[in-house]
């Protein structure tokens, strides 16, 4: 009887640890580089969403200086540097492995747009960028790298 008890007491607990890796592996939190692998972004909690910042750039300096902000309509935020920038704000999750109703701002253009991250599989995500409906858009695939 002991034993049986357990046999169900480990089965329990890998089947709860497998439940848990299959969770994680469905968040978009971690770190992820875009298609062109010009920038690695980490997106993390903040308060009961998930924001993302850039924390890598493949070229960060301009004429030997860290790379500004120079594109962004806010005069006063221009001389901020892009490597440490938080980008995306405000995502909510929206069932399906997909999260919501947040913005991505594009330091190239210095324009904001609304936004949802989709995670298609363990190390690949899909973020769309657009301007009201999110039929209408631009659509990357994102690869985790850690």
């Given at each position: 009887?002991?034993?049986?008890l357990?046999?169900?007491?480990?089965?329990?607990?890998?089947?709860?640890?497998?439940?848990?890796?299959?969770?994680?592996?469905n968040t978009?939190?971690?770190?992820?580089t875009?298609?062109?692998k010009?920038?690695?972004?980490?997106?993390?909690?903040?308060?009961?969403?998930?924001c993302?910042k850039?924390v890598?750039l493949?070229?960060?300096?301009r004429e030997?200086?860290?790379k500004?902000?120079?594109s962004?309509?806010?005069?006063?935020?221009?001389n901020?540097?892009?490597?440490g920038?938080?980008?995306?704000?405000?995502?909510?999750?929206?069932?399906?492995?997909?999260?919501?109703?947040?913005?991505?701002?594009?330091?190239?253009?210095?324009?904001?747009?609304?936004?949802?991250?989709?995670?298609?599989?363990?190390?690949?995500?899909?973020?769309?960028?657009?301007i009201?409906?999110?039929?209408?858009?631009?659509?990357?695939?994102?690869?985790?790298?850690?």
């Amino acid at each position: 009887m002991k034993n049986g008890l357990l046999v169900l007491v480990l089965f329990l607990m890998m089947v709860g640890n497998l439940a848990l890796a299959q969770a994680t592996d469905n968040t978009p939190i971690g770190t992820w580089t875009n298609e062109d692998k010009e920038a690695k972004f980490e997106i993390y909690k903040c308060g009961n969403k998930l924001c993302g910042k850039i924390v890598w750039l493949k070229e960060p300096l301009r004429e030997g200086k860290p790379k500004l902000d120079k594109s962004n309509p806010d005069k006063n935020l221009q001389n901020r540097p892009i490597l440490g920038l938080v980008f995306m704000q405000n995502f909510s999750f929206d069932g399906n492995n997909k999260w919501d109703d947040g913005t991505i701002y594009d330091p190239k253009s210095g324009k904001t747009y609304s936004c949802y991250m989709k995670v298609l599989g363990k190390d690949k995500m899909e973020v769309k960028g657009y301007i009201g409906i999110s039929l209408i858009g631009r659509t990357q695939n994102w690869t985790r790298v850690n």
